[in-house]
């Protein structure tokens, strides 16, 4: 059992991200910042860059936000490192805990020799590239992290390789969702009216990015039309593949079929007036979407890659498709738009694999005894 720290108060935890636009990433930062006890940790979130749309969610929640107002690129490295390291002294953190490449290497390089008890950084993604630059960073600062958090065993497997990071610093705790923040009092009905769908619809939730492998998802919609007339494919994000993605739609006559949502927050609405759910990503960790959407009940059709292959039973709770196989993609949605009881009963399955074994209580779990054990046991250091 870890030494409960509400004797000495509760923990100092710091929450370090570049930026907090809406994302996967982001969002589970706003999960942990939000459901961590307050009587046993005393949570702040910090963005080395620009705060974005999900700080102010923070700030009205009651969490803790500082912004540096720091640039990747704009900025130089000692810049980056010395501003970091001015809010670690400020804060005194007991757990720093640091999400994605960049805030990885300048929250831990600030670090060093303050003395801090618990360093913790999160490895989110799969390596799709693997950069040299990137690996030797890693693994130079690997000794000076307490723990590597992955959110599958295929993330973790790609830091052991590529990362040369001894096992015993890695520790897999998948990413969890709350599924009663799905419940939305709106029928299928009233969602699909609010939204103006009708016929068979495919949510599609994620950056507008290469990583998410939209393109073969567009190539895949002209083989599902054949069969499903009345299809519409409700694509919800942005990022710098949106006018390209434009372009390959109109090219495919597909102006009426694939519509652009951009960035939204009422997720739990798309779901419901949805009938599939499509992940065409092309590398991954364990995307929230995917979570959130089979939380919601609805069948996904997904690639097998990383996370989403740890969680998705082909065939049982969804479709597992090689990445960039746009003909794979259609044959599945084909299938689910011909059958609606196996829809119905794939979506029931997806359903229960998360509510089983992604539930964010669970994650936040793992995460406070983790924290607690870190820190505690040199907190008197």
């Known amino acids: 059992m870890p030494h409960h720290p509400t004797i000495l108060g509760p923990l100092r935890v710091l929450q370090l991200i570049g930026s907090l636009p809406v994302g996967g990433a982001e969002d589970l930062v706003a999960a942990i910042a939000t459901g961590l006890d307050p009587a046993r940790f005393e949570v702040t979130v910090a963005t080395i860059g620009p705060p974005g749309p999900v700080a102010e969610e923070l700030r009205?929640?009651?969490?803790?936000?500082?912004?540096?107002?720091?640039?990747?690129?704009?900025?130089?490295?000692?810049?980056?490192?010395?501003?970091?390291?001015?809010?670690?002294?400020?804060?005194r953190p007991q757990v720093l805990h640091t999400h994605l490449y960049h805030p990885n290497l300048y929250g831990r390089l600030a670090a060093l020799g303050l003395g801090i008890?618990?360093?913790?950084?999160?490895?989110?993604?799969?390596?799709?590239?693997?950069?040299?630059?990137?690996?030797?960073?890693?693994?130079?600062?690997?000794?000076?992290?307490?723990?590597?958090?992955?959110?599958?065993?295929?993330?973790?497997?790609?830091?052991r390789t590529y990362d040369w990071v001894n096992p015993g610093r890695l520790e897999v705790i998948p990413?969890?969702?709350?599924?009663?923040?799905?419940?939305?009092?709106?029928?299928?009905?009233?969602?699909?009216?609010?939204?103006?769908?009708?016929?068979?619809?495919?949510?599609?939730?994620?950056?507008?990015?290469?990583?998410?492998?939209?393109?073969?998802?567009?190539?895949?919609?002209?083989?599902?039309?054949?069969?499903?007339?009345?299809?519409?494919?409700?694509?919800?994000?942005?990022?710098?593949?949106?006018q390209a993605l434009r372009r390959q739609a109109r090219e495919l006559g597909l102006e009426e079929t694939a519509r652009f949502l951009g960035t939204r927050r009422d997720l739990p609405l798309i779901f419901r007036?949805?009938?599939?759910?499509?992940?065409?990503?092309?590398?991954?960790?364990?995307?929230?979407?995917?979570?959130?959407?089979?939380?919601?009940?609805?069948?996904?059709?997904?690639?097998r890659v990383s996370g989403v292959a740890d969680v998705i039973e082909d065939g049982v709770n969804g479709f597992l498709t090689p990445p960039g196989d746009s003909p794979a993609l259609a044959r599945a949605m084909i299938e689910l738009y011909r059958q609606p009881l196996l829809r119905q009963q794939m979506g029931a399955a997806a359903r229960a694999t998360v509510a089983q074994r992604y539930s964010l209580e669970a994650m936040l779990r793992r995460l406070a005894a983790l924290y607690e054990n870190l820190a505690t046991s040199r907190r008197g250091n």
């Open 175 to 242: 990413y969890g969702i709350r599924l009663e923040e799905l419940e939305i009092p709106d029928s299928r009905e009233q969602a699909r009216q609010r939204l103006g769908v009708e016929g068979f619809c495919a949510a599609v939730v994620g950056r507008l990015e290469e990583q998410k492998g939209h393109r073969f998802l567009l190539a895949a919609l002209p083989a599902v039309r054949q069969e499903a007339p009345d299809l519409t494919a409700l694509l919800v994000g942005s990022g710098r593949e949106e």
């Open 117 to 159: 008890p618990a360093v913790v950084a999160s490895v989110h993604n799969t390596y799709s590239r693997v950069k040299l630059h990137r690996r030797l960073w890693n693994f130079a600062l690997a000794p000076c992290t307490h723990r590597l958090l992955v959110s599958s065993p295929q993330v973790r497997e790609d830091v």
């Open 273 to 303: 007036a949805a009938d599939l759910f499509v992940q065409p990503s092309l590398w991954e960790g364990l995307p929230l979407a995917l979570l959130k959407a089979m939380g919601s009940g609805l069948p996904p059709v997904a690639t």
């Open 60 to 91: 009205q929640a009651g969490v803790a936000v500082v912004s540096l107002g720091l640039d990747f690129k704009r900025d130089n490295f000692r810049s980056l490192v010395r501003g970091v390291r001015r809010l670690l002294r400020e804060v």
